[in-house]
């Protein structure tokens, strides 16, 4: 029987938005088709070793608790975190997790935090907050019954740049995505997945849920071929019902 591990890194902390619901979406799904989730969470002080987790998350914070664990995050888990990138571990970062996998983050009011420099890019702060429904769309994700559309709830001040080496996650069909400017949403290096969308983005677009669900599988066990379909109907309401929303 298959098993994955997932680490929550500083839940009490990163934890915007309903971001935990990503966490819940992806253990519920493993459990629909038989496989195990065990989920740990990890918070400052805490001995983190990544080899023992399947799937890391980040979840988003604000700037002051981006702050907050900035010297935890670099000084005891920093290094764990790198490798971990550098061997394929398959990661979820959200919004202030995902700016803290990149070198800095400027804010909006002048201070320069330093971050894990785990990813190739960068943050810098804007005065006016980029806030709403959005929907981009991920070209890995299309198939014969799917436009890879996801759907998603941003907010957030910092604007990302993504250095060499790093692709998007998508293509911004409406809203803001990284910068507001480029046309692009998200990050992905090796196994990453970065997004500006909050809680709701496994739930309610469960083809990127199953996505990671099976590059963690893949990693773990050389036989697994796929994942079982499941019937989505509320997931399926949820997504189509938010994208005629915001795009008609
Ligand atoms: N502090 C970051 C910003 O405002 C991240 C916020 C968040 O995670 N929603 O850009």
């Known amino acids: 029987m298959y098993e994955l591990s997932i680490c929550h890194l500083y839940p009490d902390l990163l934890n915007l938005y309903g971001d935990r619901g990503n966490i819940i979406a992806l253990k519920m799904r493993c459990e629909w088709r038989g496989i195990n989730v065990n989920v740990s969470n990890i918070s400052l002080g805490d001995k983190f070793d990544a080899e023992a987790y399947d799937i890391i998350f980040l979840g988003g914070g604000q700037d002051y608790e ?50 894990l420099n785990a990813l190739n890019l960068w943050t810098i702060g804007g005065k006016e907050r980029m806030i709403g429904n959005f929907v ?23 604007r990302t740049y993504l250095g060499q080496g790093v692709k998007p996650l998508g293509k911004i069909i409406k809203g803001y995505g990284n910068n507001g400017e480029d046309g692009f949403e998200g990050a992905i290096y090796k196994n990453v997945y970065c997004s500006y969308s909050h809680g709701s983005l496994l739930p309610k677009n469960p083809a990127l849920a199953d996505h990671l669900i099976s590059i963690a599988l893949k990693q773990k066990y050389k036989d697994f071929v796929s994942l079982s379909p499941t019937k989505d109907e509320f997931e399926t309401l949820a997504h189509d019902s938010m994208i005629k929303r915001i795009i008609g």
């Open 136 to 158: 981009f769309e991920c070209d890995f994700l299309k198939n014969d019954n799917y436009d890879g559309k996801i759907v998603g709830f941003e907010n957030h001040s910092g």
């Open 66 to 115: 981006q702050e907050m664990i900035q010297d935890d995050l670099l000084n005891e888990k920093g290094e764990e975190i790198r490798n971990a990138v550098k061997n394929d571990k398959v990661f979820l970062a959200i919004c202030g997790g995902y700016q803290l996998l990149g070198s800095y983050y400027k804010t909006w009011d002048g201070k320069e935090i330093h971050f």
